[in-house]
């Protein structure tokens, strides 16, 4: 007679279990065959696609934001100096408060690849409970365990998106709201929230976490007959969604100034019909059986969806069981129509498909990956799964025998294959960009390409702001406008045109560069510019008068002194916000500039021996604004100067002098007009029309 078991031994070993199956796949995945496990998570190499350091960023922000720091939509750290706002950036909030222990500690990379691996283990283990607690065999909820956590889309999409990583929460929220409608008790209903708070907060899935909530969970709060069930069941629904509001409302308050995605662009990153019975590239399925791998159509990791054989015969004996395995596999196909994209191509032919109607939805029409809603389907069809083999096989010395073949026929047929990685350490030269105290300069990157994104991950160690950054595909408007407002600065953020920019710009503009930026250090990466010639560290320190000048031979950091750079002969101003065409005006031959709405800004350099300055201009009042203007200037941030311009369509002559003298580095003016009417709020006017809503301006001119 066999001795039992004790509950807690039994529980351990499972957990064991599939501690061992995430270290294995885990070891071949990112690590690759030359390198140890160990030695990779503390030598920090890293998937080798830019959104992972994205993340390492998001977590280093996070635990500012966390200590009180800075605010949590808004950032003068990326963009510098004019900032971003954050509201749409994949922040992934649940993933950075648990990657806090380390990222506290500067260990962002060793960070993400914790939590990359603690998230395959969780979607197995908690998918686990999740059957357990529906009353299915535990050797049956090991094998829906195993497909969740090696379910390829999710393995493709979390390896360099932690924010995709709900996979293991939507479990864990199931689990939980499962106990609740069995025993209404304030714990489970503290636990259910938590779920649904960790999986709204990653990124993607709230509206796909109340879906299958209301799905698959709600019957069980019906068929108890109970209404205090019924009413913990939605008390907890509601109490999550009010936690996670704070999140969402920045993004909903704000969903006018997000670009929004076309559906072309959305169909892109669909899945194909072809991509569910492909295995990606490289997978062991392919080096047993000799497939080619080329077949596979998908040509990037979002359009992953390989479903598996044996999984689609499992799937098949789960359609005849509807009682048990219905409500799951009827969500796992709602999932997978979603994932096809806003478009399904059949030969020559296009169908609409449902995701078109979630662009009604608010939120949905900023996001560009349909491919995602596959990432919990592997959930689903593990759980259909383990209903059907456990009502299949009833035999005790059967089920042992034919669950093994199965574990190993799952293993091998979703056995990942090794990524790419990266050396994500921080080279030795950027220890010069050390944070000094009150320093409030950034770096500026030559080239400021948007692909080139650990850029933003050395931002967790030298801690000071840089002109560009990477947010969520859609950089800072205000800096775009910049790069057009500076012909200096759009050269240098170009691969093709920096070298020049480096050896042949005005002395002048280029401090003038520098000062408008804010910047005190440039970064230049010499593999990311198309060179005629090796660039001549001493000379472009020379021209840019930097020192000290650190060259690693892949990259060039120059520490830039301002004290003796040139100051030129002339008074320079640049219009740096809400202007028509803004440039140096002394370089253009436009007479007349509108202004952009209610405010301006304009920047002023000037000659060490400028002393006190007046300026003159010209401005005509909007013709439809029969009020009249009234214009307010201030001078750092000081009113110093107003006027009425009483009737409209009139020139007015305008002249004030500095209450003081510029300062070496420059000063700003801004312009208020009390009564202009933001061209945004008139609908159906071109550019020409909104001209004629504000203040324009003439003969802008500056003396000594």
Known sequence: MALPIPSSIRKLCIAI?????????????LSGPDHLLPTYLNTSEHPADGDALMFCWNFWWINGWVHGEHSLFFTHMLHHPVGTPLTHHTLSISNGILALPLSAQGKTVLAFNVLFMLHTFFTGYFTYKLLTELKIRPVWALLAGEIAMLWPPRISH???????????????????????????????????VMGLVMTGTSGHYLFVSLFLTLLIIAPYSFRTGNKTTFLYFLSALLIGCLLLLPVYFPLISNHSDIPHRELIEKDQYSLALSGFLNPPPGHLFHKLFGLNSSFHNAKTIEQTGYIGICLIFFILGAISI????????????????????PFLSIGSFSLPMPYKLLEKIPGFAFGRTPGRFAVPVGILLGVATAFYLDRLHRLEQRRILVACCLYAIILVDYFPPPFPVINAQIPACYQSLEKKPGKQSGIMDVPNDLEIRWYQMYQTEHDIPITGGFVSRFPSR??????????????LSNAETAEDALYNSDPVSTFDLIRLLKISEIVIHRNFLHLTHPLDT???????????VID?????????DTRNAASGDQIRCYFTHHWFESEHWNDIDTPVRWADGRKASIHLFAPSDAGHVSIFFKALSAPQIPSGQEISVFFRDTPIWSKNLSQPFIWYDCEFTLPEPLLPDGDSLTFFFANSTPPASIPNLNSADNRSLSVAFTDFRMRK
């Open 538 to 548: 001493e000379e472009i320190g020379k021209i840019w008068h930097a020192s000290p």
């Open 158 to 192: 979390i390896s360099c998106h932690i924010n995709v990583a709900g996979t293991a929460w939507f479990a864990f929220t199931l689990w939980m709201f499962v106990r609740l409608t069995k025993k209404n008790t304030p714990g489970r209903i503290v636990f259910a």
């Open 322 to 341: 509807k009682k048990s395995s219905g409500k799951w596999i009827l969500s796992a196909a709602i999932l997978v129509l979603l994932s096809l994209g």
């Open 478 to 491: 205000e800096y775009y406008r910049r790069l057009n407002d500076l012909p200096l600065l759009k050269k």
């Open 17 to 29: 279990l599939f501690l061992l199956l995430t270290l294995l796949v885990h070891r071949n995945l």
């Open 552 to 560: 690693d031979g892949q990259r060039i950091i120059m520490h830039i």
